[in-house]
């Protein structure tokens, strides 16, 4: 029993907080109706709206996390990107949403919440009938229009209203409650297209982080072999060179001496392996001073045009040296070039990489020229890459890839 009456106290709570939320939505009404004729009015409503539907956009959000709560049922939220401009605000879904939820909601939490009112008020407004003989007997306590003027009539007043608001409470509280709360989530609803972009842009961020993280992981690994693994070889093979001078057995001497070219071999390998980790030179001089020693020790003139790039992720510099590295040794291995461009530029959060040669083109992805390398590796990134190589050149390589905002 007790918890019949806990749900009715809590719906006519949620009915009270509506009608006075309600009543601010029925003023918001005339003022959105204001906002959306300033339009046509010096293009002051262009600059107002924005402003007015977030505001808008906080209330509904409010309203639905209250519905939710009340019901105990999850809301998908779609946290967007802010629109970059009216057009794309006025054509948001949720923005019709909010247009369409304002009118429907203002009368409805204005009529419903009413009855959690009396729910509310007549109980608690029982008990002054009993003080009834307290009142001076020229303005007595009224039922409607009879007057309260002995225990009689105050004890069958007191208990009929404490009785109507109780009847209020379980019988049409609860109900009203949940079907204004249902109406809420139902117009603030998100669509599945809107759920589904929403799902891709979380694992879009999601596999950004990954990358980002997993780039930063290849630094440390990049650096730890470098200072740590790479040192200690160069060390080995000096004291196997030491001491394959000072021994004077021919035999321990071409034992040292095959193990000093053993390390020798080893300390190549492992600048290869260190060279496809992370490449140490963009460490040293980052990507423009990268690129621009390997356009100095090209054989073929190579043109580098470098834009304004900013501070790249860790995965999106390394992934532009590779890209121009593997198309520039390409073009001069295969295409025959007499001229080599390289462009980058950044466009938000956007990196464009433009390689272009001016050699006998004819770049065939399924005969190993080391395209496809490079798609998988832009690919990792959610980047693009188009190839334009008719036969007979030019051949042109276009990359994006994301690189944050």
Not at 137 to 155: I, K, R, Y
């Amino acid at each position: 029993m007790g918890a019949v009456w806990r749900r009715a106290l809590r719906a006519s709570t949620y009915l009270l907080v509506v009608l006075g939320s309600g009543l601010v939505t029925l003023a918001m009404l005339p003022l959105t109706l204001a906002v959306v004729l300033t339009i046509p009015v010096g293009g002051l409503g262009f600059v107002l709206l924005p402003h007015w539907m977030g505001l808008l956009g906080r209330w509904a959000s409010w309203h639905q996390g209250w519905a939710s709560r009340f019901l105990g049922v999850p809301v998908p939220r779609v946290r967007g990107r802010e629109a970059s401009g009216f057009r794309e605000l006025w054509g948001r879904p949720s923005t019709r949403r909010i247009l369409l939820w304002l009118p429907a909601f203002a009368p409805a939490s204005t009529v419903l919440g009413l009855v959690g009112l009396l729910a509310l008020a007549m109980p608690l407004s029982a008990p002054q009938y009993l003080f009834w003989w307290a009142i001076p007997e020229e303005e007595p306590l009224q039922l409607l229009w009879l007057p309260v003027l002995d225990w009689g009539t105050a004890l069958a007043t007191g208990i009929g209203y404490a009785v109507v608001g109780c009847a209020l409470g379980l019988g049409a509280a609860v109900p009203a409650a949940r079907a204004h709360a249902r109406m809420t989530l139902a117009l603030l609803a998100p669509t599945e297209a809107e759920l589904l972009a929403a799902r891709v842009d979380e694992l879009s961020r999601t596999r950004a982080d990954v990358v980002d993280a997993h780039g930063a992981e290849l630094r440390r690994i990049e650096r730890d072999l470098h200072d740590g693994t790479q040192a200690r070889l160069v060390a080995i093979a000096m004291q196997l060179g030491v001491a394959r001078e000072a021994v004077e057995n021919p035999a321990v001497a071409a034992l040292l001496q095959n193990a000093h070219e053993g390390a020798e071999e080893a300390m190549a390998e492992l600048r290869e392996v260190i060279q496809g980790i992370y490449p140490p030179i963009l460490a040293d001089r980052g990507l423009a001073g990268a690129l621009a020693a390997l356009a100095a020790r090209t054989t073929v003139p190579t043109r580098l045009d470098v834009g304004e790039l900013g501070t790249l992720p860790v995965a999106a510099e390394t992934a532009a040296y590779f890209v121009v590295t593997e198309s520039v040794t390409n073009a001069v291995k295969h295409s025959g070039a007499e001229e080599i461009s390289v462009r980058l530029e950044r466009a938000g959060g956007v990196l464009r990489v433009t390689v272009r040669d001016d050699g006998s083109g004819g770049v065939d992805e399924e005969r190993g020229s080391g395209v496809r390398g490079l798609r998988r590796r832009v690919a990792a990134l959610d980047g693009t890459v188009r190839v334009d190589s008719p036969a007979g050149g030019p051949t042109v390589i276009d990359v994006e890839m994301p690189c944050g905002s």
